[in-house]
């Protein structure tokens, strides 16, 4: 069946504009989880959703960031007046969640530049 | 805290030698564990994983990985290598329960030689 998929695979914006960042997660998968990859900090935990409740936030790194997920199924990831920090790779992962196996299976991400 | 090490940035072998990519992780109570392969300019690929049972984890492409409780170690093995598993390997660890994050390594760039 169909994996995890983001859009858009790229996205370049300058500095101070606010972006989305979508994911469409596995069919029948009640958990997401988005990450941030890095050079300088590898992978980074964002933000998990259990249908559409976030009960982990920690990884936020600003109040610049918010995430929201609809119908248990599409997120969106939004960061306002992004800054040359915010540049990384945005992935989005599913799993079966609290009724499954913890496997996270991985989108291709959004790579971000901000100029 | 939760936290993985994998102590090589890089580890070259030649085609047809077996390799190991090295993890040790640090975390209360009885861990999920996982590796991840990412090629270039893809997203990461689910390898394997180990939740309880046996200590030895077999999963795809013939990569296997043994759990190592008493020295707190999760090491990716493959008992011959291929240029095309040339790529970057991420472990992870996460809370022994659905729906928690995974915390990863720095990843280790396998590079397999002809």
């Known amino acids: 069946g169909a994996g995890v998929s983001q859009s858009p695979s790229n996205k370049v914006t300058e500095k101070g504009k606010d972006v989305e960042l979508r994911c469409d997660p596995i069919?029948?998968?009640?958990?997401l989880y988005w990450y941030r990859q890095s050079l300088g900090q590898g992978l980074e935990f964002l933000i998990y959703?259990?249908?559409?409740?976030?009960?982990?936030k920690s990884g936020l790194p600003s109040d610049r960031f918010s995430a929201e997920r609809t119908g248990g199924s599409v997120s969106t990831l939004t960061i306002q007046r992004t800054q040359q920090e915010d540049s990384a790779v945005y992935l989005c992962?599913?799993?079966?969640?609290?009724?499954?196996?913890?496997?996270?299976?991985f989108g291709p991400g959004t790579r971000l530049t901000v100029l | 805290a939760q936290s993985v090490a994998q102590p090589e940035d890089q580890v070259n072998v030649a085609e047809g030698n077996p390799l190991t990519v090295k993890c040790t992780y640090s975390?209360?109570?009885?861990?999920?564990l996982f590796w991840y392969v990412q090629y270039p300019n893809r997203g990461l690929q689910f390898l394997l994983k180990?939740?309880?049972?046996?200590?030895l984890v077999k999963g795809s492409y013939g990569f296997e990985a043994e759990f190592n409780k008493s020295q707190t170690s999760f090491h990716l093995k493959k008992p011959s290598a291929l240029v095309s598993d040339s790529a970057l390997y991420f472990c992870?660890?996460?809370?022994?329960?659905?729906?928690?994050?995974?915390?990863f390594g720095k990843g280790t760039t396998l590079s397999v030689s002809s």
């Open positions: 992870a660890v996460s809370h022994n329960q659905a729906g928690t994050a995974l915390i």
């Open positions: 069919s029948g998968h009640t958990a």
């Open positions: 975390v209360s109570g009885n861990p999920y």
């Open positions: 992962a599913s799993s079966l969640g609290l009724a499954g196996g913890p496997t996270q299976y």
């Open positions: 959703f259990q249908g559409n409740s976030a009960p982990d």
């Open positions: 180990y939740i309880t049972g046996d200590n």
